[in-house]
């Protein structure tokens, strides 16, 4: 049904493009591979004013910066050390069965590679599970934002009934009857005592601890200038440039951390998600979901809060085309709710070469996968 | 550990290269793209011979066949219908938590993206999960082909303590407390009675509709001679000719559906795997292990029994040299089991340009991703 929706939406929005102008970010003629590469060889201050709308305070890409996590603090490994070993725990789920892992799996980049998870005896999720790579830069979590903290994020998984359906109230007790478990508490804590607190703390500290590795960009960052091929270049350029991604996707972590209606909703529908808006209650943030990072994001599809595209050329098109609109029904006219487009987001017109230049780009933003040793749970 | 016993043989079969000689299958410079379009829009059997030992009972690589099974068939369909149900249902396991699904998703290609899936109490298994897309074609089941049936087959996973964990004694006991599988049962065996065999007989015969959609390969098979590129022409005549894959992965699926040693034994090692000989205890069997179809290959890393490999480079790469080989030590001069490779496989000195070229070429062996509506379980 999503998928009938978007197509629909789709189709309209092809029929609006002949009213579309093109606009001045063509890569001109005159800009060679060769005069691309030597601008972008520069440091990132000489580069290409972006192309970015006024109202935007952007920051310019950049290479991985560090966790605010102390990782050679002793005290600190400890309670990471602890935060690991919960985070692969199925016995935190009610039955046993599912851990964090589940549907945040190293192997899969941190996420499950489905649209939306399985958890609990397989009630789906409403949203896809994002990728938990740099989740520390997040200001707030969940794809709305409602949790302001990776610690008030972590109660919310373990407990939905439709994810790990674990009695929080028994939670603890639980966990303080698995002896073993006792000494990584005293380590990490000073005492032996189990909480749910010292549980969301430590799986917090972990997840601060998943950060991306060094991509080609970094490379090509730190001075290395075949990092990026032709394509690649030319795609970090239409990224900053024709193709507007910078409006959103910017700063090291190519996310700007905010909240965008980019025509997802399906307002009206059964599968209505007004995202920011449930959690604020303003119109304003009616269909508003929170910007992802993009280091990785060839491996993290499929893509969008429901998960329902699955190839990143489909999801090209979409953004080249504008996005699909909520078309405004006559008994709606005066509905507060109806859902906007982000006027951030609108028709580029990118041609094949470009959006493949781009997700060449993407490309290189990926790094090699993270090898998790298994962890030999506590008993 | 798995990583460092490959990381080192390859080195040794790095020191061995030298000695290898290269071939007489390059792409000789008078063969243009233009020629080879030319001649491989022909029908395959005006294509060039293949690089094939003499041994080799090769069938040309072809369109997609249709499964054995008779789709149109009212009563097979209620068989279907009915396996498709359990394939979903997480009831068939111990847990209620773990369904086939959970293993062999469709939204990931009917395998898991992971390594070695882990099954009940999150306990590995010891070998990757397989795709089931076209698994109708073997001869027989399981990395090892120790299941001569699919019928057969249904039995291992949903019995085995670290995936399913279910109780067989009292599975179709179990399934006959849901009082909204009777029907199901009735319409497809005609009596509402459950027991194993049934369940065994219904997944099988759903599985065996689980195959490959068009992919590019097939539209230029059937005429469309623009349906490869370039780059993806140029890797089909290097899988066919100086590449080598031919020997093991070819016929319409990409698969001889025999068993061979490719040098991943880790013999004498505590992952140590024997494969077939596990099974038939004969000592030319030993390290032998089914040949995958390469459809959707793309989709369905990490490869190779162990899901050891993540990216389709390395594994070009780790073919380009030869295999791994095992080194006989002085203590297993006279072991009738030490491990040898199939003479079939040997290193090949492709060039990266060639390498990439036969990726671009199983990247025509994709399919467009399949949608299954949410299954509604009886209750």
Redesign the interface.
């Known amino acids: 049904m999503n ?1 009938v929706l978007l197509a629909i939406a789709f189709f309209l929005s092809c029929l609006l493009l002949i009213s579309f102008k093109s606009n001045d970010w063509e890569i001109s003629s005159d800009l060679t591979i060769d005069s691309l590469r030597k601008v972008y060889s520069q440091p990132s201050k000489f580069w290409p004013k972006p192309n970015v709308d006024k109202e935007v305070k952007f920051e310019e890409l950049a290479g991985l910066q560090s966790t605010p996590i102390d990782l050679a603090n002793d005290s600190i490994k400890r309670v990471i050390e602890l935060g690991k070993l919960l985070f ?1 725990d ?1 016995r935190l789920s009610g ?5 964090c892992a ?1 549907c945040h ?1 190293p ?2 980049s941190w996420a ?4 939306v998870s ?1 958890g ?3 009630l ?1 999720n409403i949203r896809n599970a994002p990728s938990l790579e740099n989740v520390w830069v997040y200001n707030s979590l969940f794809w709305d934002g409602r949790a302001k903290s990776l610690v008030e994020q972590a109660e919310g998984p373990i407990s939905a009934h439709n994810e790990m359906n674990q009695d929080l109230k028994s939670l603890a007790k639980k966990l303080n009857k698995i002896k073993g478990y006792k000494p990584y508490f005293t380590a990490a804590f000073g005492s032996s005592k189990i909480t749910n607190q010292r549980i969301f703390e430590s799986l917090a500290t972990f997840q601060q601890t998943i950060v991306s590795g060094e991509s080609s960009f970094d490379k090509f960052l730190k001075g290395d200038k075949n990092a990026l091929t032709d394509q690649q270049l030319t795609g970090l350029h239409l990224f900053r440039t024709k193709a507007r991604c910078m409006n959103c996707h910017h700063g090291a972590y190519f996310t700007d951390k905010d909240f965008h209606n980019i025509g997802l909703t399906e307002y009206g529908t059964k599968n209505e998600d007004l995202g920011l808006y449930n959690f604020t209650k303003k119109p304003e943030d009616v269909g508003k979901f929170k910007t992802p990072g993009l280091r990785n994001v060839m491996q993290t599809g ?1 893509w969008f809060h429901q998960g329902s595209v ?2 990143m050329d489909s999801l090209m098109v979409l953004y080249n085309m504008g996005m699909p609109e909520h078309v405004v029904l006559p008994h709606q006219k005066d509905d507060p709710l109806v859902p906007k487009n982000d006027k951030l987001v609108r028709g580029i017109m990118l041609n094949v070469r470009e959006r493949k230049a781009i997700i060449a780009f993407l490309e290189a933003l990926s790094s090699p ?1 993270v ?1 998790i040793k ?1 962890v030999q749970l506590p008993q």
Chains 1, 2 share one sequence.
């Open positions: 998928k692969f199925a039955s046993n069965q599912i851990s589940t799996s192997e899969l499950d590679g489905k649209a399985l609990h005896e397989q789906p499929p699955k190839s996968p090898m298994a």
